[in-house]
């Protein structure tokens, strides 16, 4: 069966749906919602930050607007623990839950950590499915059915071909470059351990690329910036296009 809507929760209570049927192709915007001024055809976004303080009105607006557009057969997709609300809050055939990292580990939710706890135990017994990107992950949920390991994975022959344009921040370094893409955050980056390398390798260029977390970015400006070899900037942006 195709489901004529699917979305997932993201923060705040942003939903994403995909309509086979009452979508045009000029885009929808929820009114109100504070969504982007254009969109895809079949791609609706709805983002609130209703839920921070009330999940309950959040999903009763949420609900008026399902309605409204006549949404059958939903698919709930998720991949955040710390909201568990919407598991049968809106009518959904199936539900799923991606989980991506154990967020029990991750410093940043420290203060919600019990929360989550609890949160997981709900997944665990309202999840139709359940998508691991890790075998430990897996364990977590305690499930022998219905708990999917899906490594993590990439098309080296794609990846290793020469890039047809790279960003002129990227394309004018010395070679060769030692590189990092993703978060920068406390649990990803040893700041001390960068800095060495730099210093030991000042022939060598060094680019972080990704957002910078708050509380790294302080530690950052001090310990790296002022390097020759890695930058002055907070973070570096490059687009890789292939054919």
């Known amino acids: 069966m195709v489901p004529e ?4 929760p993201c ?3 942003a939903l994403t749906a995909l309509n086979n049927y009452e979508i045009e192709k000029t885009g929808y915007v929820m009114p ?3 969504g982007p001024d254009e969109i895809k055809h079949k791609l609706l976004v709805y983002s609130s930050v209703q839920s921070a303080w009330s999940e309950t009105a959040f999903y009763r607006r949420l609900n008026q607007e399902l309605k409204r557009l006549n949404l059958k057969n939903i ?3 998720s991949y955040l623990p710390t909201f568990v609300g919407y598991f049968g809050s809106v009518g959904e055939q199936v539900a799923v839950f991606d989980a991506v990292d154990n967020w029990l580990e ?3 939710y420290t203060k919600v950590k019990e929360r989550i706890k609890v949160n997981y135990q709900t997944i665990r017994t309202k999840a139709d499915l359940i998508f ?4 430990d992950l897996a364990k977590l949920f305690n ?11 990439v098309d080296f022959e794609r990846i290793n071909q020469a890039p047809r344009l790279t960003g002129r921040d990227i394309a004018q370094l010395p070679r060769p470059i030692i590189g990092y893409i993703g978060t920068i955050q406390e649990d990803r980056v040893d700041v001390e351990l960068i800095r ?11 680019v972080l690329i990704g957002g910078v977390w708050p509380g790294l970015r302080k530690k950052i400006k001090e310990r790296l910036q002022s390097l020759p070899n890695l930058g002055k900037r907070r973070s570096i942006c490059v687009n890789l296009m292939w054919p």
């Open 5 to 8: 809507c699917a979305f997932r």
């Open 11 to 13: 923060w705040a209570g």
């Open 32 to 34: 109100g919602a504070g």
């Open 75 to 77: 698919v709930l997709w």
């Open 106 to 108: 991750h410093s940043s």
């Open 132 to 135: 691991t990107t890790a075998a």
């Open 143 to 153: 499930l022998p059915e219905g708990c999917i390991f899906v490594p993590n994975g």
């Open 196 to 206: 060495y390398l730099a210093e030991a390798n000042p022939q060598k260029s060094f």
